[in-house]
């Protein structure tokens, strides 16, 4: 079993993959304004593959608790120069982290790899078709509006999984396609993200791969009571916990700190030592 992006393919069990961030917008969280700059935006995906990042993943649109929307031309215009580029001139498949299935499409057009979607086929009523087209892997992130929970919470994030799958499959995706994010974050405190994280094995039952993003985020933030750009060793930390409840994708900012830490995470948990 592996995750198949056109010509990459990526074998699971063994290895923990790595996937870049790199937010093209002026308002993210903790980078927002960094790589506005198409030639910046390049240089930087370069130097993260560089740096032994299996995946790119770039986002237009920030999500940030109180973000400002984007259209979908504003966020085509910020993410497809980038794309046209990336896609000829790195070697590591190019995820694009959008919810529009218009600025789906057209980046699938250019030769993006992958889908990365924060409300799980749930938002766009055209994602899953598109996705299904272009025969590409989906990230299907858990995401509420509310961080009310009537139910078990990690019992809430499985059905809502569990519909989006269906959602994916009878538009066409192909269950080999489908990847799975708790959304850590998103509709979510940070009690319960913790929560959430202490229980992935959980949603590892469900037979998909687990994709999780906690890069520098506020939950780290209130523990260690740190800005976003100093919160690399809390990150570290959540991406072993993650690794140890059977994470096959981490999702960060700071490659060459996470790649270290992995690599003795896999000798050590999934048996990957070359040494």
Known sequence: ??????????????????????????????????????????????????????????????T???????????????VLPIVKKLVKEVNAPISVDTY????AEEV??????????????????????????????IVIMHNQDTTEYKKDIIEEICSFFEKSI?????AGI???????????GFGK??????????????????????LLGTSRKSMIGKILDLPPKERVEGTIATSVIGIMKGVDILRVHDIVENIRAVKVADAIIKGDYHG
């Open 64 to 78: 940030r608790p109180g973000h400002t929307k984007v259209s979908s031309e504003e966020e085509l215009k910020r």
């Open 166 to 170: 269906h959602i994916g499959t009878q």
């Open 100 to 103: 529009k299935a218009s600025v």
């Open 174 to 184: 192909k269950e080999e396609n489908i990847i799975l994010d708790p959304g850590i």
């Open 1 to 62: 079993m592996g995750i198949r992006c056109r010509d990459y393919n990526f074998p699971l069990g063994k290895k923990t993959y790595i996937m870049g961030i790199l937010n093209v917008t002026p308002d993210s969280f903790s980078d927002g304004g960094d790589y506005i700059n198409v030639e910046d935006a390049i240089d930087h995906a370069k130097e993260m593959v560089l740096n032994q990042a299996d995946f790119i993943d770039i986002g237009g649109e920030s």
């Open 189 to 210: 405190t940070s009690e319960q993200n913790i929560h959430v994280i202490s229980r992935l094995d959980e949603i590892k039952n469900m037979g998909y791969p687990i």
């Open 108 to 137: 699938l057009k250019v030769g993006a790899h992958m889908i990365n979607d924060i409300w799980g086929l749930q938002k766009d009523p055209n994602m899953a078709k598109i996705v299904a087209k272009y025969n590409v892997p």
